[in-house]
């Protein structure tokens, strides 16, 4: 490692940790809902201090050099596994992110692990490698969350843990002279170099995964109705779209909740929101585990059953609207809730508009010829 000088990578490490430090705790002060930016924001700042003093051995009194500084820098490590842990929702174990710090700090105390360079390194480099396999580890469970960044950060962190891993028979298949100070040690350099490319890399990976979820939240959030949490009109269609040319039995399924607006105008619109709400935990619980269903606008609502033949489309509707008349509310006996259903069966074609405006037929004589009650398409078309 001729011409690396690890004081010098050090103070470099500390400059370049500072601004990725920095860098974290603005996008967090953006996207204040992501604490996660925050501690890893924290994290670096902690690891730059910890240069400074790691950089200054020599000329500060070793308790302070080899004592606090390492300690900051395993606390450092410590902080962006707890990080990890916040990204991905899980708790924080604050007194686990410290451990390692705290037990550096402890086993200084003891005389024979103060002296002894190998123990010293390797202590400090598992403990370090334990925190990052963790962060990996952590990221690898979570991977039902699909973000382009999250292999990455896996990647990452599990290179940056074998960096530290190898310290440890290093230490002791090629141990420092006695004489040696460890700022002259090509692993020092090694590592100082490793630490820049990690800040950079992390800032970079970390910031992209708290954006890749908040877009996804937002697209979520597009296609999502605000009131009942189901698919809106435009999430509804498209998924209905893409389904219908497949070549196997498909109804759609219209519901329209009856005489809504009496319900609005005599109980309130927050016992009409909650007649919503309450018929769609209904249909969700009744309607087959494929089913796909949405909310189409107001009382309106769309579900289109895949693999489903005439009959056991009218089956699936006839539990929906004998489940959801069976509601009472004691407190409101006047209340009378019930739903109007029309079914078409899915063409060849798959056109999904002809699809809808049968369903929508047939919709009408439900509520036409009474209300709470079901008409298919095929007999309402046959009867004109």
Sequence with gaps: ???????????????????VGVQFLVSWRQSPDSPCLGLWGFAHLVGSIASVGLAMRGMIPDWASVGLANAAMITAYGLIWSAVRSFERLPIYLPIGAAGGIAWSLLCLNTTFYESIPLRVMFASAVAAAYCFGGAWTFWRKRGEVLASRRVAIGLMTSYGFCYLVRVPAAMLAPLPSKQTPLTSNWVAILCLFAML?????AFTFIALVKERAERKQHAAARTDSLTGIANR?????????????RVDKALLLFDLDRFKAINDRFGHEVGDA???AFCAVAEETLPHRAVFGRLGG????????????????QAAERVRRTFAAIVLPDMPDLRLSVSIGIAQAPPDGDF???????DAALYVAKKSGRDRIELAEYVLRAA
């Excluded at 435009?234 to 040319?245: G, I, Q």
């Excluded at 009382?299 to 009218?314: D, K, N, Q, R, S």
């Excluded at 508009?353 to 369903?359: C, E, F, M, S, V």
């Design 198 to 202: 990690f800040s950079i890399a992390s």
């Design 275 to 277: 007649a919503i709400v």
């Design 1 to 19: 490692m001729t011409g690396l000088d690890p004081a010098t990578l050090l103070i470099a490490s500390c400059a370049t940790t500072t601004l």
């Design 353 to 359: 508009d002809a699809l809808l405006r049968r369903a």
């Design 234 to 246: 435009r999430a509804f269609v498209e998924t209905a779209e893409e389904l219908l040319p497949i």
């Design 299 to 314: 009382e309106e609502f769309g579900c289109l059953l895949i693999g489903t033949t005439p009959a056991e489309a009218v």
